[in-house]
Nanobody, 122 residues
Framework: QVQLQESGGGSVQSGGSLRLSCAASRSYYCIGWFRQAPGKERDGVASIVNYGSTEYADSVKGRFTISRDNARNTVYLQMNSLRPEDTAMYYC???????????????????WGRGTQVTVSS
């Protein structure tokens, strides 16, 4: 059973916007967004705890916004002012333990979606 399902990826031109969604099968304490470009390591992008506190990587601050709808068990990543370097496969991941800090650099993310591709052309 797929616990996390991403959607909303696509192809846009530089400066454009996309909104990614991560639909979860249940409630999680912490959900994060990650991305991996071909030939590169996976990087954390943003994270959000169930009460709404957020963290962002420096590379996306001011351009991306993470939010969550707890009633729908869904987390969103609004991506504005997209750049070609944002091109990657985007994944959401989650964990439930409340004693771990919710931070996109954490190694505690245990459940992962299958990803959605974002391509930004110049």
């Amino acid at each position: 059973q797929v616990q996390l399902q991403e959607s909303g990826g696509g192809s846009v031109q530089s400066g454009g916007s996309l909104r990614l969604s991560c639909a979860a099968s249940r409630s999680y304490y912490c959900i994060g967004w990650f991305r991996q470009a071909p030939g590169k390591e996976r990087d954390g992008v943003a994270s959000i705890v169930n009460y709404g506190s957020t963290e962002y990587a420096d590379s996306v601050k001011g351009r991306f916004t993470i939010s969550r709808d707890n009633a729908r068990n869904t987390v969103y990543l609004q991506m504005n002012s997209l750049r070609p370097e944002d091109t990657a496969m985007y994944y959401c991941a989650a964990f439930s333990a409340t004693y771990w800090p919710c931070y996109y650099r954490s190694s505690r993310f245990q459940e992962w979606g299958r990803g959605t591709q974002v391509t930004v052309s110049s």
